[in-house]
């Protein structure tokens, strides 16, 4: 968590100190992915069952059952993604010469990247469509940006085949993110779809 924040003010200087970290995958899901993954989950049980959406007169609310099914299904999707994500960068890192690459590293990049769409989150306890849209929008737009300088960083790439490789990062989180939307069909098929309140 020590370089949470400095990603947001001073992110070279994070990325050169999360370069040198040793820790484990096994520590760095420990210390890091699984309590920062808590916060959009919960965040998002609450507002979806307690404050709901509201469209127009009416207020949508997930029921309390339904709410828990989503949320620890989302809960697991964003650790597993996470390792999927950081698997990718270690897999990709031999096609772009880095220097230092371990399954750990491409694991740190996926999970310190993914940071500011953790925090944002927490809009979660307050659901509210436009605020949701522009903020989650920000945070992506913040991701990729923390992608684009980290990869360089972390894996002492020059500049020009990090950003080559940062791109094709995008490219593989996009399909993460179609491969999701599939999977979400398939999980409301089996029975895990929302359930209203009225």
């Known amino acids: 968590m020590n370089y949470l924040f400095s990603l947001f003010f001073s ?3 994070a990325w050169e100190r999360i370069r040198e970290q040793d820790d484990s995958v096994m ?3 420990l210390k890091f992915i699984i309590p920062i993954s808590l916060l959009p989950a919960v965040a998002w049980y609450f507002g979806s069952v307690e404050v709901g959406w509201q469209l127009g007169e009416r207020v949508i609310k997930l ?3 339904s709410a828990i099914q ?3 299904l989302f809960y697991f999707a964003m650790l597993v993604g996470t390792g999927v994500l950081g698997f990718m960068v270690h897999w990709m890192s031999e096609t772009y010469e880095a220097e230092t690459s371990t ?7 996926s999970a310190y990247t993914l940071s500011p769409l953790f925090l944002c989150g927490v809009i979660g306890f307050y659901p509210m469509l436009w ?7 920000a ?5 990729v940006y923390l992608l684009y300088i980290g990869v360089p960083i972390v894996l002492k790439i020059p500049s020009e085949g990090g950003f080559l490789f940062a791109s ?11 491969a999701m939307l599939g999977a979400i069909v398939i999980l409301w098929e089996m029975g895990a779809m929302p359930v209203f309140t009225d």
Do not use: E, F, N
């Not at 605020?131 to 929008?137: F, H, T």
């Not at 945070?139 to 991701?143: E, F, H, I, L, V």
């Not at 094709?168 to 179609?178: D, N, P, T």
């Open 11 to 13: 992110p070279h200087q």
């Open 27 to 29: 520590m760095t899901y």
């Open 63 to 65: 029921t309390s059952q």
């Open 70 to 72: 989503i949320m620890v």
């Open 103 to 109: 399954l750990a590293k491409g694991v740190r990049i």
């Open 131 to 137: 605020l949701d849209i522009l903020l989650g929008c």
């Open 139 to 143: 945070a992506a737009g913040y991701a």
């Open 168 to 178: 094709a990062m995008v490219a593989v989180g996009l399909i993460g993110c179609a």
